[in-house]
């Protein structure tokens, strides 16, 4: 009999474990030790008194006091990313093509989960369910967004991407940004003929905005409550294990093999005996299936979704997969991680630390101006090279 | 009856006319060689008949079966082997990823071992290679890779485009020895070769293209002795 580590790579999936641990603890630390150091520094300063005086809290204790949420919402939403930014990555790094549409495949896969678990709520179905079957149910609508969104994908891959495939470059990407406005009216018409309304709320079950509470810090005149809403926790693990499954499909089975042999040489690949149009579809598919369970994650967590819903989670988790360097998975946690991160501490603390002059608002200035910054100095963002290779 | 055969096939790129009407057949145990100057069409008649261009006008048939128009990944299951032209190994796949994506059409997990072990007795500088990129290797241990890669599909036809590019004497006569072996046992080949003098001397039969057109058919050993193949390609004065 074969031992268990012949079989099962172990090192493929406890590597990417580590490297998530590694990115959000890293970035975790580095962002936190910027802000305390900057608090310390202007706490005596007017950026101090001006917070003292509109909140009657120093710029420390206002600082350590945010800190544990900011650091939760922050990576929750740097999973978030990170699961769609595999998306764009995943079809790059195969077609050197950015597929612009992959953010309303998002956001068909928000709509079918939320209008699943709608229809079961008035099926009064939610209501009566038990916290076990509230998981059950989450899980299904969960799956159900997924399949949508991976087959949309190939479907999409199919319809509009393929027949272009010996086009210039960038006719496929003007295909592409079409599909998008397409799907785009397509959610608004289903949703305004089917329920006369563009917006849905996710509804409210199981203990999912229940917060789990760890302990209290006492801080002068305040006190900390260490907690964790229990949606965000669902948030991440559900995104960890689809990262970790990603990541071993691709890096330690023959598939995984094949998509990156078609990713650096597509001729020679069908050589060998590979489908290429079989792996292509594969590769819609998997990015498809991430982008749809990120979709019904992020309905899950913010509750309110609308048909344009994709652009601004697609927008940076582009963002985040170019930071990371395009076409490389690792550089897409990494960059989803990173970006999520900088977005969420720039929102929570940068009206303090200009005196209310540029409040959460300006966020992704701040965040988007960093990415400019890294690129500047890392043109081919953080990690470099392309899907092709092994991480 | 002919195992592989080009019946009046006509390939272009876009525009450019590479293949003018060839016909060739190749019967099953043959080694059969290409000879032709650089930009004769020898690279583009391989291609054709693996798929990866299609011919305009024409048929490419092995045994019986039309497979003009097949795609590549299926064409290589009808047991069709291409080892291409400048080697094509995978950079960022390591050296035994890349000798297992040569067998991947087969699923025998032991099988494929097994061909991999015989594989790296043939290439010992593989073995000590293993674990390292493609991409690392330097350009004979690419080449012997992309041989080995080749063997790993066990084809019933191998088509070889210039396998000895860039080896050592030593290694050249090494790759012959590995064809004439693979033939006795069973396997035909089709070899491009620059150096034309040692392809004769391996094959049994030979056909010269110019200008995407066949200008001669024989065999190996009258090509050896036909005054142009001499002039043009064997560099008899
Ligand atoms: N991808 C391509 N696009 C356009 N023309 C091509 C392409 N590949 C080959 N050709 C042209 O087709 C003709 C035949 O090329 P081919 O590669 O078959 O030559 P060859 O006989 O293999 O030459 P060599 O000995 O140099 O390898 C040449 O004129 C070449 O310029
Ligand atoms: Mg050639």
């Known amino acids: ?391 | 009856m002919s195992l592989l055969t080009l019946e009046n096939v006509h390939s272009y790129y876009g525009r450019i006319h590479a293949l003018k009407g060839i016909s060739i057949e190749i019967n099953q145990g043959e080694i059969v060689t290409l000879i032709g100057a650089n930009g004769a069409g020898k690279s583009t008649t391989l291609r054709t008949i693996s798929g990866i261009l299609h011919p305009k006008q024409g048929r490419v048939l092995l045994k019986e079966q039309d497979i003009s128009h097949m795609e590549p990944h299926n064409i290589v299951a009808a047991g069709i082997g291409h080892v291409p032209e400048g080697r094509g190994i995978f950079p960022n796949l390591t050296v035994k990823e890349n000798m297992e994506i040569g067998a991947f059409t087969l699923n025998d997990n032991a099988e494929i071992a097994r061909r991999m072990d015989h594989a790296v007795t043939l290439f010992p500088r593989l073995k000590e290679r293993i674990s390292q990129k493609g991409g690392t290797l330097s350009g004979g241990e690419q080449q012997m890779l992309a041989i080995a890669r080749g063997l790993m599909l066990q084809p019933s036809v191998l088509m070889l485009d210039e396998p000895s590019m860039g080896l050592a004497p030593v290694l050249v006569e090494l790759i012959f020895d590995i064809i004439k072996q693979l033939n006795e046992q069973g396997t035909t080949i089709l070899l491009v070769e620059q150096n034309a003098l040692m392809a004769l001397s391996i094959a049994h039969r030979g056909y010269v293209l110019q200008t995407g057109e066949i200008v001669i058919s024989d065999t190996a050993a009258n090509l050896k002795q036909n005054e142009t193949v001499q002039h043009a390609y064997l560099g008899v004065e």
Not at chain 1, 174 to 188: E, K, N, Y
Not at chain 1, 207 to 235: C, H, M, Y
Request: glycine share 12%; charged share 10%.
């Open chain 1, 1 to 391: 009999m074969k031992r268990f580590s012949e079989t099962i790579n172990v090192r493929e999936l406890l590597r990417p474990i580590g490297q998530m641990i590694a990115f959000s603890l890293g970035g975790g630390a580095v962002l936190s030790l910027v802000v305390v150091l900057l608090a310390l520094l202007l706490d005596q300063t007017a950026v101090g008194q001006n917070l003292q005086a509109r909140y009657s809290v120093s710029l420390v204790t206002y600082t350590l006091a945010n800190l544990p949420q900011v650091l939760i919402d922050g990576l929750t939403i740097g999973f978030v990313y990170a699961a769609i930014a595999l998306g764009y990555t995943m079809v790059y790094g195969v077609l050197e093509f950015i597929n612009f549409a992959h953010s309303e495949i998002f956001a068909v896969g928000a709509f079918v989960g939320v209008e699943i678990l709608i229809a079961l709520k008035n099926a009064g179905i939610l209501s009566a369910a038990s916290l076990g079957v509230a998981y059950l149910i989450l899980l299904l609508a969960l799956l159900a967004g997924m399949t949508a969104s991976g087959f949309l994908a190939v479907a999409v891959e199919r319809i509009a991407y393929r027949p272009l495939r010996g086009a210039p470059r960038l006719v496929p990407l003007i295909s592409a940004i079409g599909v998008s406005f397409f799907l785009q009216d397509i959610i608004r018409l289903v949703e305004s003929l089917t329920t006369g309304q563009f917006n849905r709320i996710i509804p409210t079950f199981g203990n999912f905005d229940e917060r789990l509470i760890f302990g209290q810090l006492p801080l002068g005149a305040t006190t900390v409550v260490l907690g964790v809403q229990i949606k965000s926790l669902i948030v991440i693990l559900v995104a960890v294990i689809m990262l970790v499954g990603l990541n071993y499909l691709v890096n330690a089975t023959k598939i995984g093999k094949a998509i990156r042999a078609v990713a650096q040489d597509r001729p020679t690949a069908s050589l060998m005996g590979i489908d290429v149009n079989r792996i292509i579809s594969i590769t819609f598919l998997i990015g498809g299936t991430l982008g749809g369970a990120a979709g019904v994650l992020y309905a899950l967590k913010f509750t309110r979704i609308d048909p344009f819903v994709g652009f601004f989670p697609g927008l940076k988790a582009f963002t985040a997969a170019v930071l990371g360097g395009i076409g490389n998975l690792t550089g897409a946690l990494l960059g989803g991680i990173v970006l999520g991160l900088l977005e969420t501490f720039a929102g929570a603390f940068m009206s303090a630390f200009t005196m209310g002059a540029a409040g959460a608002e300006y966020k992704d200035i701040f965040a988007f101006g960093i990415l400019i910054l890294v690129l500047i100095f890392r043109p081919n963002g953080l990690m470099g090279e392309n899907v092709s290779q092994k991480a």
